[in-house]
């Protein structure tokens, strides 16, 4: 059973597997971005698409920096998709787009500082 009552479903195929294994496998960066991600990236699937990309650029870092940009990607077309269908049901943007609100992310911290 799931809490998750958004359209992901319809928008994005789920990869089965473990979870807690494909987030231990991801590259550091890919880790902290998928915490840091609006909805949840499904790390089966971040996984997945890690190794695609690696072996398609034969590069780790190029293949990170890749599937880093992917997931903004995703994002912000969940954030649209997710704004339409507020839109078309309720008449209005959805409130995070109507506030112009941006996704808290960590930031970045210069060594010995927060």
């Known amino acids: 059973m799931t809490n998750d009552i958004t359209l992901r479903d319809q928008l994005w195929r789920r990869l089965q597997g473990d ?17 840091e991600h609006a909805y ?11 190794r695609h990309f690696r072996r398609q650029l034969a590069s780790t ?10 997931l903004d990607e995703c994002e912000a077309r969940e954030r649209a998709d997710f704004d339409a269908a507020y839109r078309a049901r309720h008449g209005r943007p959805l409130p995070h787009v109507a506030a112009a609100a941006t996704t808290l992310r960590v930031a970045a911290t210069k060594k010995g500082r927060p």
């Open 40 to 50: 949840d990236a499904w790390a089966v699937n971040a996984l997945a698409l890690w």
């Open 19 to 35: 979870e807690w294994e494909s987030f231990d496998a991801l590259p550091a960066p890919v880790r902290k971005r998928l915490q």
């Open 61 to 70: 870092e190029r293949a990170t920096r890749r599937l880093l940009r992917y």
